[in-house]
C-alpha cells in the first residue's frame, strides 16, 4: 500500500509540473513558436518585464484554432490571431460572434509569473 501511494504522489508531481508548452508543441504554430521564443528571451535577460505575466491561449472557433496573448498588464486589446497569423477582426463577418461562441480554452505557453499577483 505504501508503495502505491508514493507511485500516486510522484505521478501527481511529474504531471502537475508546468511546462513552457502546455499543448504538444506540433500543435503550436512556427509563427507563434517564434513569438514565444522572443518573450522567452525577454524574460531572460530581465525577469521583471511584461512578458513574464502573459500567456498565449487557444481557442476553436467555428472549427478552426485561434490564438490570444493576455497580459492582465497590458492595454493591447485581445483580439484573435488564426492558424497562420493573421490577426482577425471580431466586428466584421464570419467573426462576429467569435467572443461568445469560441470554446474549448487550453493555455499554449504561460510567463512565469501569469496570474501571480
Known sequence: MKKILILLVL???LFSCQKNYLIPRVEVPKWLKEKISKDEAIIKSDPKWMQSYGAWIMYEYQGEK??????????TSRNPYSQVG???????APFIDYWDDKC??????????YHEF
Open 11 to 13: 505521478s501527481l508531481l
Open 104 to 113: 474549448c480554452e487550453k493555455f499554449v505557453w504561460k510567463g512565469p509569473k
Open 66 to 75: 485561434y490564438y490570444e496573448y493576455d497580459n492582465p498588464l497590458s492595454s
Open 86 to 92: 493573421v490577426r482577425i477582426n471580431t466586428t466584421i
